[in-house]
């Protein structure tokens, strides 16, 4: 690895599996679509990732975490980093501050152990849904980084507590906290451009989004040196073999670049943020 990488490239997998049809009691072609997940898209995840030696950050709900064990147990053996995601995928805007708290130390205890008694670093929001006080608890819950926000793109940054927004007193920013944030966005998101929903059709052709990410790419190796590009998947939606041979694409050409690494985000932080 070059010492000092010119970009970093982050692979984020959110391993949602089957977590939220559990918890919404979905009917059995949704269900069927979620599981899709661990049962092909996660493999061939793994195995991109061990045929280029690239280490990914997975975001992995609790409940995927202990019901497919051998994606777990893949992922650790794989020398990639196990990070949150709720338990049953909840929208954390929706639980109470207990609810939350409890979901949060639950899923810390669950990525101890499987790995010999590790703490977790990073969080993040299913649905990139936050309630006002879910980053506290993220941070109280002993976590060193979120990544649900959207406040930069190549850079990370400290998560603020206290801002206050009146319409008659203006605006009063508070202060930066410890906790990280490794900001996401939805053009470098699988799901909105791949999966119908409200509002969009979906069923992009990959090539749009290979062109929408390695733009990305090229612009950030050129105006933010030492930054980072971050794309998030979901092993149901990119696993499908057109959009992972876009993905192999994608690797490859931040791979042809020169000074350029992929990184988990535990990685990346360490080395970019300690003095
Ligand atoms: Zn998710």
């Known amino acids: 690895m070059t010492d000092k990488p010119r970009l970093t490239v982050a692979l984020t997998i959110d391993h949602d599996a089957i977590s939220d049809s559990v918890r919404r009691g979905d009917p059995p072609v949704k269900f069927s679509h979620a599981e899709f997940g661990p049962r092909v898209g996660a493999k061939r995840l793994l195995e991109l990732c061990r045929r280029r ?3 990914a950050t997975w975001f992995v709900p609790g409940h995927t975490l202990t019901t497919f064990t051998d994606d777990t147990e893949a992922i650790l053996a794989g020398g990639h980093e196990l990070a949150c995601h709720g338990w049953f995928h909840e929208d ?10 409890e979901v949060l130390a639950r899923s810390v205890e669950a990525v101890r152990s499987v790995t010999g008694g590790e703490v977790p670093a ?3 929001a299913p649905y990139w849904s936050l309630g006002a006080r879910t980053l506290e608890l993220v941070a109280e819950a002993g976590f060193s980084y979120d990544s649900s926000l959207m406040a930069d ?12 927004h009146s319409t ?15 900001p996401v966005y939805w053009a470098m998101d699988d799901w909105p451009h791949f999966e119908p929903g409200p509002g969009r ?12 990410w390695t733009e990305e790419l090229r612009y950030a190796y050129e105006n933010a040196p030492g930054g980072l590009v971050m794309v998030t998947v979901h092993p149901e939606c990119i696993g ?22 992929f990184d988990r985000l535990d990685r990346y932080l360490a080395r970019t943020t300690q003095p």
């Open 53 to 55: 030696a690239i280490p």
């Open 153 to 164: 793109d190549y850079r990370t940054y400290r998560v603020r507590s206290g801002d206050r």
């Open 201 to 212: 059709s979906g069923l992009a052709a990959p090539s749009a989004v290979l062109e929408i």
């Open 92 to 101: 954390f805007a929706e639980l109470s501050v207990d609810e939350a708290r």
């Open 240 to 261: 499908r073999g057109h959009r992972m041979a876009m993905l192999e694409r994608f690797v490859d050409a931040a791979l042809a670049l020169d000074a350029v690494v």
């Open 122 to 124: 990073g969080f993040r």
């Open 168 to 182: 008659v007193d203006g605006t009063t920013w508070g202060h930066e906290t410890d906790l990280f944030e490794v």
